[in-house]
């Protein structure tokens, strides 16, 4: 499987750290969607130490978190598939975040997100607040909220229902334009 110099590269990552989780099966999913010229690597954000201003210098820069912000910079789009816990974000996709708040990594970087969740719309709306502050671009297509995700999406993360594939699949096409059409 020979990456060809026009291969994409997708970082992904969820906001669970459970093993059978939905959101990472989602992600497995859109990754069977993309199409041959992209290639999707995941990043597990549980390897992230906690956020702490004193080591966010170059000296001191945990190698977790450099390896994270190398994944970033090299991809071409970054691909967010999160549940909501408590009427937020999880705790290890918002340390995560707070790793990159710092940096230029994510100014005009593609980038897509799922929230999958039971209600959902409180997480929606913060990581979009979080990701516009980092200068992340994503286009309205480019974010859903799947709330009532059992409903929706079957174990294996594929869609349930015609209407669910065709969101996931809107979003799958605008989020692939959105990275062939960047201006670097």
């Known amino acids: 499987n020979q990456m060809s110099q026009n291969t994409k590269k997708i970082l992904a990552f969820s906001g669970s750290t459970k093993a059978q989780s ?11 969607q993309l199409g041959s010229d992209y290639e999707m690597s995941f990043f597990d954000l549980d390897t992230l130490p906690h956020f702490n201003p004193d080591l966010n210098n170059e000296a001191d820069l945990p190698s977790s978190v450099q390896n994270f912000r190398n994944a ?7 691909l967010i598939c999160t549940p909501e816990y408590v009427f937020s974000l999880p705790g290890v996709l918002k340390n995560a975040l707070e790793w990159i708040v710092s940096t230029i990594i994510f100014d005009k970087k593609p980038t897509a997100l799922v929230v999958a969740s039971s209600v959902g719309e409180k997480a929606f709306e913060s990581l979009q607040l ?21 409903t929706k999406i079957n174990e294996n993360g594929s869609p349930k229902d015609e209407y669910t594939e065709g969101v996931l699949g809107a979003m799958i096409e605008d989020f692939k334009n959105n990275i062939n059409t960047k201006t670097s």
């Open 72 to 78: 970033l910079e090299n991809a071409d789009g970054v």
């Open 22 to 32: 939905i959101n990472k099966a989602i992600l497995r999913y859109i990754g069977t």
């Open 130 to 150: 979080v990701l516009n502050t980092i200068g992340a671009r994503i286009d309205a297509p480019s974010a859903v909220l799947l709330n009532l995700v059992k």
